[in-house]
Every structure is written in C-alpha cells, then in structure tokens.
C-alpha cells in the first residue's frame, strides 16, 4: 500500500511538474511574444524619427539651397532612361514645325498676370538685340500656358500683329497643352507651409515647364530657359556661343547666364526629356529653380557654373502670382555684355599666401569665382605665361567684391613680357614692360597691340608697396587680336 502510495504521489508530482512546465513554456511565449510586439513598435518609432529627422534636414537643405543630391539617388535611378519625349498633343497657335535644325532654342512660357504683361516685350528684346546672322541660327518658342482661351487668342493675334516676318521666317512659334494634360492641381502636399493658392500656382508652373522642355528637345544643339519678363543683352547668341566654345572637352549640365530664378539656364537639348521627365515627377514637392538645383546635382555636377556679365534682366514690376510686386534685379546684367574677353590658354602662379582653396586660376576664369590671397608684400605677384605667344588688344583686372570691397590692390602695376626661360613648371619671361598702375583696385587698358610690339609671353600683377589687407583679384580678362604669323 505504501509503495502504491508513493507510485501515485510520484505520478501526482509529475503531472504538476509537466503543468509548471507548460506554464512556464506558455509564459515564456507569452513574454517572447511581447516582447517582439514591445521590439516592433520601437523600431518603428525609431524609423519615423529618423525619417522626420532626414525629412526635416531636406528641408533645410532646400531652404537654405544646400543640397545634398546623394540623398535623391535612390528617387532618380530610373529617371537615366528616361530619354524619350513624353506623348503630349500640342496646339500650334501660330507658326509651324521648324524646317531645319537650329543651334540654340530660347523657350518662354507665359500666363494672363493680374498687373502688367511684359511678354511682347521680350520677345521684341530677343529679336532686337540680335544680329541677322545669329537670328539664323535661333528658334524662339512661347508657351501660352493659361487656360482662359479668350486671353490666349488675344495674345496671339498681338504677336502675330507684331511679329509676323519673324513667324513666317520659322523663327517663332506660339504653343498651347490643353488642359486635359494636366495632372491634379488641387489638394497637393503642401511643403513649407505654402498657402494651398501658392502650392497649385508653382505645381502648374513645373508642368507648364516641362510641356514646354519636351516640345523644344529636338529643335536645336542648345536650350535657354527665360522668364517671359527679361531684357537680352546685345548679342547674346554671340556670347553664349563663346562660353560654350570656351567649355569644350569639360563635362556640364547646366550653364548660368543670370543669377535669378530660372532666367538664362542653359543646357544640352539632349537633357531635355530627362529634365522635362523630372520636373514631371515632382511637379508638387517645390519651385522649378530649387528642383533645377537638384537635377544638376543628380547629373553629376556640383558646382554652379555662372558667366559673368549677365546677359539676361528680369524686367518685370509685378509677379505672375497674384500680381505680387517683384522687383528683383541681377547686378551682374549689361547690356554691351558680348564682348566676352577670349583668356587664352595660360599657366596661373602666384608668390602670395593663398587663403583656403581660393587659388590662382580662379581669377582667370569667367565664372563667378575669384583668386584670395593674404596681405601681400612689396614685390609679391601673380604671374599668367600663355601657352603660345600672343597679341593683346585690351586686358581689364578687378580686384576686390562687393562684400569686402576692402580687399582691393592698393598700390600695384601690370606688366606684360617676353622672352620664357625655364621649364613647363617654373617658365618665366626675361624682361617685362610695364603698362601702368593700378587705380582704386582695378586697370584696364585698351590698344594694347599698339603699344606692346613684342609678341606677348607673360603678364603679371606686381604687388609695388605692402598692405595689412587681404588680397581678391576678382577677375583677369585679355582680348586677344590676330594671333601672330597669321
């Protein structure tokens, strides 16, 4: 009976070790289970912060225009094969279908403003301010992107009023996208804090854009992108053709020839599907310039590549949206701009103590950038040995910015040389001529083949008396005549 006894209270025990066991097992579940839930949600949060934060660190960076275009990659991986034109019908309002090619195509798009209507205006300046010869090798596109078709009609019969020799020369053409093209205008994401009238206005103005980009791809070599209230510069083809020259067998994407907005972008037509593609993508998040930012940064190019002087200016008084006063203005903008200095080829070096990466060939350029040196001495210089003997019709040097106009060459002279002694690294001319002194921080001389009679090697910016302040050479310009033994 005892044995039997302890055999149940074994089998008892057993069974209430096999229940604890399977509870534990159920609560260890239990507890695994939790906890995973507990893991989930933490990783969740933790995924949403840090999405908010990098959300918010893009809009900083767009905000403040310092973009960080790796960022993107990921968005813009298949936007390479979009090269092909997007299938849009396209109304001819006036003119046809060009008969040849072009070199350079200058799109506007255009809609009714509440105060003022400059388009005729600039249109006339296109024209006006070019020669016979570049008006050849130019196609003028104006998109009317409005959808109130009594306005569109009345523009229409001013331009071709005005302009019809131009519209029967093939040089001009008038647009229109029906409104059945459009995406949604209305209920968009409404990024930095814009007013819902501010976000349709500038989503509409990417579309009304890249309608406009991918009816112009395969006009001409080049595209120009203005406003449809600018001012053009005296033969500004003729410019713009000599920066392009001047850039051959460097990579680009876009050349800048006015600081504002998207007035005077300039790019490959070959780019233009992929552009007109992009802006298509995000025609909601932010402004045509702020996404022309990111598309040049996404195809590789990093830096702004702005010419100077400016050969377009914003004209318009009052804004497109909502009549809003606009009164902004390019400093940088002459109207005599196409007498682009030519900068031979040439070895840039300098003796001074160069600030940063401020170096000397930063001065010897067209784009806005500029050689920074710290207080030079008496008999410091900066030296340019051309890399063919040449003759010199004018030479023009600025010293000094805007910002720190205090930054000037004080007391300095320019002289130009003869004679190159050494090797590719050191080479120097024998002798110099002085051509005289520096005023106020800048020279310019003209005649310079007049007064120089020696084929020219070498010039230099001689430092003639110390100065506790820094040094900016802005920007070194020479003309050049015929080379010699031409």
């Given at each position: 009976v005892t044995l039997l006894?302890?055999?149940?209270?074994?089998?008892?025990?057993?069974?209430?070790?096999?229940?604890?066991?399977?509870?534990?097992?159920?609560?260890?579940?239990?507890?695994?289970?939790?906890?995973?839930v507990c893991l989930l949600f933490m990783n969740l949060y933790i995924?949403?912060?840090?999405?908010?934060?990098?959300?918010?660190?893009?809009?900083?960076?767009?905000?403040?225009?310092?973009?960080?275009?790796?960022?993107?990659?990921?968005?813009?991986?298949?936007?390479?094969?979009?090269?092909?034109?997007?299938?849009?019908?396209?109304?001819?309002?006036?003119?046809?279908?060009?008969?040849?090619?072009?070199?350079?195509?200058?799109?506007?798009?255009?809609?009714?403003?509440?105060?003022?209507?400059?388009?005729?205006?600039?249109?006339?300046?296109?024209?006006?301010?070019?020669?016979?010869?570049?008006?050849?090798?130019?196609a003028v596109v104006v998109q009317l992107a409005d959808f109130d078709s009594?306005?569109?009609?009345?523009?229409?019969?001013?331009?071709?009023q005005k302009f019809a020799h131009h519209i029967i020369a093939g040089r001009l053409i008038v647009i229109h996208v029906p409104e059945d093209y459009y995406p949604v205008l209305d209920g968009l994401k409404r990024n930095y804090n814009d007013p819902e009238d501010r976000v349709k206005f500038r989503s509409k103005q990417n579309v009304d854009y890249a309608f406009l980009l991918n009816f112009c791809a395969n006009l001409s070599d080049y595209y120009v992108m203005l406003e449809d209230d600018v001012r053009c510069s005296k033969n500004f083809l003729t410019a713009v053709k000599k920066v392009i020259t001047s850039r051959e067998g460097s990579y680009w994407v876009t050349l800048e020839f006015s600081k504002l907005g998207y007035i005077g972008k300039l790019y490959h037509s070959h780019d233009l599907p992929r552009l007109a593609h992009f802006l298509l993508m995000f025609y909601q998040e932010m402004p045509c310039d702020w996404l022309l930012i990111h598309f040049r940064g996404l195809l590789a190019q990093k830096e702004v590549i702005r010419f100077k002087p400016s050969l377009f200016q914003h004209m318009g008084y009052y804004s497109s949206y909502k009549g809003a006063?606009?009164?902004?203005?390019?400093d940088d903008f002459e109207e005599e701009s196409f007498d682009i200095p030519d900068n031979p080829p040439a070895n840039l070096h300098t003796n001074m103590n160069v600030f940063e990466n401020y170096e000397a060939s930063k001065a010897y350029s067209s784009i806005d950038e500029y050689?920074?040196?710290?207080?030079?001495?008496?008999?410091?210089?900066?030296?340019?040995?051309?890399?063919?003997?040449?003759?010199?019709?004018?030479?023009?040097?600025?010293?000094?910015?805007?910002?720190?106009?205090?930054?000037?060459?004080?007391?300095?002279?320019?002289?130009?040389?003869?004679?190159?002694?050494?090797?590719?690294?050191?080479?120097?001319?024998?002798?110099?001529?002085?051509?005289?002194?520096?005023?106020?921080?800048?020279?310019?001389?003209?005649d310079v083949e007049h007064k120089v009679l020696f084929d020219i090697n070498c010039m230099r910016i001689l430092v003639t008396k110390s100065q506790k302040e820094w040094l900016i050479i802005r920007s070194i310009s020479v003309w050049t005549s015929q080379t010699p033994n031409q």
């Open positions: 006894y302890a055999v149940l209270h074994m089998r008892h025990s057993l069974k209430y070790f096999d229940k604890m066991r399977c509870l534990r097992k159920r609560s260890a579940v239990s507890f695994l289970g939790i906890l995973v995924e949403d912060s840090y999405v908010l934060e990098g959300d918010k660190q893009l809009i900083r960076e767009t905000a403040t225009h310092q973009l960080n275009p790796e960022r993107y990659v990921h968005s813009f991986k298949d936007l390479s094969n979009f090269s092909g034109s997007i299938n849009i019908s396209y109304r001819y309002l006036a003119g046809t279908p060009l008969p040849r090619k072009r070199y350079l195509t200058i799109g506007l798009s255009s809609v009714k403003r509440k105060k003022g209507n400059y388009l005729l205006e600039t249109i006339k300046s296109i024209f006006e301010q070019s020669s016979y010869e570049e008006l050849k090798e130019i009594a306005w569109c009609e009345g523009v229409v019969q001013d331009i071709s006063e606009n009164k902004l203005k390019d050689f920074w040196g710290k207080a030079p001495s008496s008999g410091d210089f900066y030296g340019i040995v051309f890399e063919k003997p040449i003759k010199i019709s004018k030479i023009k040097v600025v010293t000094g910015t805007e910002d720190r106009q205090n930054d000037i060459l004080h007391h300095g002279a320019l002289e130009v040389g003869e004679k190159i002694v050494g090797n590719k690294k050191g080479r120097q001319c024998t002798t110099y001529l002085r051509l005289g002194e520096f005023k106020n921080g800048n020279f310019e001389i003209t």
